[in-house]
């Protein structure tokens, strides 16, 4: 996944290192993927109250999400108020990512940035053909997630009826989305409580947006030679005394000489 940039517009620079700080702690976690790029293009741009338009109008159009900073002690209408605080930022932010990289435009789903175009209205019109009654599909059975050996990652991303800005479930379906990972990992990457890991896995897993497979373990003796691999080595031959050599030595031995 892509990392996203945010931008900061005429901030002091208190606030500029309290962001930083914040960027440090948050970014222990897989899932975070927002960087702070000294300089355009952004995803995302903070401004200060007090920055004039026409230095926020390029950017605008470049189609940047900007939020503006509300002045100390005033709390305007889609600004973030003062101070900032690491929940209202990160909470913006989540809501950035997912009209960015997984959310909904115009009913179409958008999958990593990239938009799925509707049909034009100038394509002539199909005649549907008669449709034929099907049986309902059965619904799949809920995995067994006590097999520790299960691994999950995600196809696509889910609809928004089923993430829903819950930052946790963002938070879960992010990690999902870079690689195959086990229920437990789960828990620990994202640190999510284990109930709500499993309530969104057998959700994912009943609209079949998950990719299951089954992680071979190795076995001790496997583990073992994995680490410390047996050595291959053709010894070296042994150096021989010639026959003279040899019975020079026993008859020194025995005093003969």
């Known amino acids: 996944m892509d990392l996203l940039k945010l931008g900061l517009l005429g901030l002091p620079q208190a606030e500029v290192r309290l962001i930083a700080i914040l960027f440090r702690l948050h970014s222990v976690e897989p899932s975070f993927i927002w960087t702070l790029p000294p300089a355009a293009p952004f995803d995302a741009l903070l401004v200060d109250a007090s920055v004039p338009e026409h230095e926020v109008a390029p950017l605008r159009s470049t189609g940047t999400q900007i939020i503006r ?7 305007n209408a889609g600004e973030m108020p003062r101070p900032i605080r690491s929940d209202r930022l990160i909470s913006w932010l989540n809501g950035i990512e997912v009209g960015l990289l997984h959310g909904e435009r115009d009913g179409h789903s958008i999958s990593a940035g990239h938009a799925v175009t509707a049909t034009s209205s100038h394509e002539p019109a199909v005649t549907s053909a008669p449709t034929v009654a099907r049986p309902p599909a059965a619904e799949p059975a809920p995995l067994n997630l006590s097999d520790q050996a299960l691994t999950f990652k995600l196809k696509r991303w889910p609809p928004s009826n089923l ?6 479930r963002i938070r ?3 990690v999902l989305s870079r690689k195959p990972i086990s229920l437990k990992e789960l828990g620990t990457v994202s640190r999510v409580g284990d109930y709500e890991c499993r309530t969104f896995i057998q959700d994912l897993a009943r609209l079949d947006l998950l990719f299951i497979d089954r992680r071979i373990e190795k076995s001790p003796e496997q583990a073992l030679l994995a680490e410390f691999p047996l050595r291959t080595e053709t010894p070296k031959p042994v ?14 031995r025995f005093g003969l000489i």
């Open 239 to 252: 150096a021989k005394k010639g026959g003279f050599a040899l019975i020079s030595s026993i008859r020194r």
């Open 163 to 168: 993430v829903e800005k819950d930052v946790n």
């Open 69 to 75: 900073l509300s002045a100390p002690g005033r709390e």
């Open 172 to 174: 879960l379906a992010t």
